[in-house]
């Protein structure tokens, strides 16, 4: 049974920084992709960013790139997700995600529905 556990949400100012954790449990080594996502009220779940497991390979939204930084301790078995200047367009509950997928494609793993674990999610919010 895989379980993903996250953490590090919380309220901060625009201008600020978060890093979320999330904590991947009940897996076996397998290559595959862990993801980021995130879902503010009344819109879909949006792609936010992608690292390949074992390649360290990494995909970011276009609108998101240069603000985020994704990564993974392989020791620990726990991907972050570091969000720096922070907007108030950033509000919305992020959720992690494990993807099958070991190809070397990363950059198309920006589906939801390809996801097959999720975690129960971290809620940001970004005050102006």
């Known amino acids: 049974q895989v379980q993903l556990v996250e953490s590090g949400g919380g309220l901060v100012q625009a201008g600020g920084s978060l890093r979320l954790s999330c904590a991947v449990s009940?897996?076996?080594?397998?290559?595959?992709?862990m993801g980021w996502f995130r879902q503010a009220p009344g819109k879909e779940r949006e792609f936010v960013a992608a690292?390949?497991?074992?390649?360290?390979?990494?995909y970011y939204a276009d609108s998101l790139k240069g603000r985020l930084t994704i990564s993974r301790d392989m020791a620990t078995n726990t991907v972050y997700l570091q969000m720096n200047s922070l907007k108030p367009e950033d509000t919305a509950v992020y959720y992690c995600?494990?993807?099958?997928?070991?190809?070397?494609?990363?950059?198309?793993?920006?589906?939801?529905?390809?996801?097959?674990?999720w975690g129960q999610g971290t809620q940001v919010t970004v005050s102006s």
């Open positions: 009940g897996r076996t080594f397998i290559p595959y992709t």
């Open positions: 995600a494990v993807d099958d997928y070991s190809g070397p494609y990363i950059r198309s793993r920006y589906r939801a529905n390809e996801y097959d674990y």
């Open positions: 690292i390949s497991w074992s390649r360290g390979t990494t």
